[in-house]
């Protein structure tokens, strides 16, 4: 079992996968891209990774089971959403399971990620690549990152966390 980069979602428009293929190729990822999903992009999509050299594979849809699996032993998720976001699970799982981030900056995205703390955030889809790359070749910031977006997710987004801040409300 070895290291491989995760997209988990919706392969449509405003999610930001028509970028995902050249995301990986710019970042000149080693590593396998496995894309979880499923959408009316998905077609377009899997001829671009066809034409890519990169080694992209499709699962289709999931369950919650099969996909926490997948993202609870991904090397780094990779979240190219042109939003808007309000608050995604997908971020909101991946940092409870301490998987290091590498995401654009839409909506509510920074709640979840903070850039250089609990993930990287980029604002253009080179810059994601770019950040792509810097993860996967160092694995003591993905650690670092992975382990600060737990606890992050714990602190903050944890059901007695939210109750709380409800409450004071």
Known sequence: EGSYALYLGKLAPNKGTSHLVAIIERAQLEWPLIIVGD???RAALEARAKASRRDIRFTGWMDQTQTTA??????LLVFPSRGPESLSR???????????IAAMNTGGT???????????????????????????????????????A????????????????????
């Open 70 to 75: 997948w993202l609870a032993h991904a090397s």
């Open 110 to 148: 920074p709640d979840i990620v903070q850039h250089g703390a609990t993930g990287l955030l980029s604002s253009t889809p080179e810059a994601l690549a770019d950040d792509v790359r810097r993860l996967a070749g160092d694995e003591s910031l993905r650690r670092q990152l992975g382990s600060a």
């Open 90 to 100: 997908v971020l909101l799982e991946a940092s409870a399971l301490g998987v290091p």
């Open 150 to 169: 737990a606890r992050h997710a714990e602190r903050r987004f944890d059901a007695p966390a939210v109750v709380q801040r409800v409450e004071s409300l």
């Open 39 to 41: 959408g009316p992009d």
